[in-house]
């Protein structure tokens, strides 16, 4: 799909060799107000959705509140680790969603969203300030649902909320 391709895109334009920079990304505040608003907006087509069942196997979506305070004393590895934790459950959840969604219009919401979370998981993935790859091996705090616009609810909160504030710890370091 065009706009995770963008993302993924956009963001590849600016890798140095061996380490991504995200400075565009991070630098350019309308990106990040982009992607809230895509977020909001396939939130609002979803549930504009006619008569979406609930999942028959509950999915297992992350808990993305946070509190301000504790978030800002967290290294930008740390978080970066926690978002990763977080979209990594998403995308499964997404992933399992897909498989018992038939109706059209869910699917296709679905699918976009896959692709949107699954590009900034890849995306987050490239750049880190420790050495060491990252391993999936983390337990984020998490909660089962049936619904699938809670999927959409969590995926918005997650980039209006850690994402967003990851972006700007990152603009104050890398955007003088």
Not at 43 to 59: D, F, H, N, Y
Request: net charge neutral; glycine share 6%.
């Amino acid at each position: 799909s065009p706009p995770g391709l963008l993302l993924l895109t956009s963001f590849l334009l600016h890798v140095e060799e061996g380490h991504a920079s995200p400075t565009r990304l991070v630098c350019d505040n309308r990106l990040i107000q982009k992607y809230i608003g895509e977020a909001k907006d396939m939130e609002k087509r979803v549930g504009q959705c006619q008569a979406l069942p609930a999942l028959s196997c509950p999915t297992v979506l992350p808990l993305v509140d946070f509190s301000l305070q504790q978030w800002k004393s967290k290294s930008n590895e740390t978080k970066r680790r926690e978002i990763l934790c977080d979209l990594a459950l998403l995308v499964g959840a997404t992933a399992g969603a897909q498989g018992q969604v038939t109706q059209e219009c869910g699917a296709t919401q679905l699918s976009q969203l896959y692709q949107h979370a699954n590009s900034f998981l890849l995306l987050l993935q490239t750049f880190s300030w420790e050495v060491g790859p990252w391993e999936p091996g983390c337990s984020p705090r998490s909660m089962e649902q049936t619904h699938v616009t809670a999927i959409f609810l969590t995926y918005r909160q997650l980039v209006q909320g850690k994402l967003r504030f990851f972006f700007h710890d990152l603009a104050k370091d890398l955007c003088k």
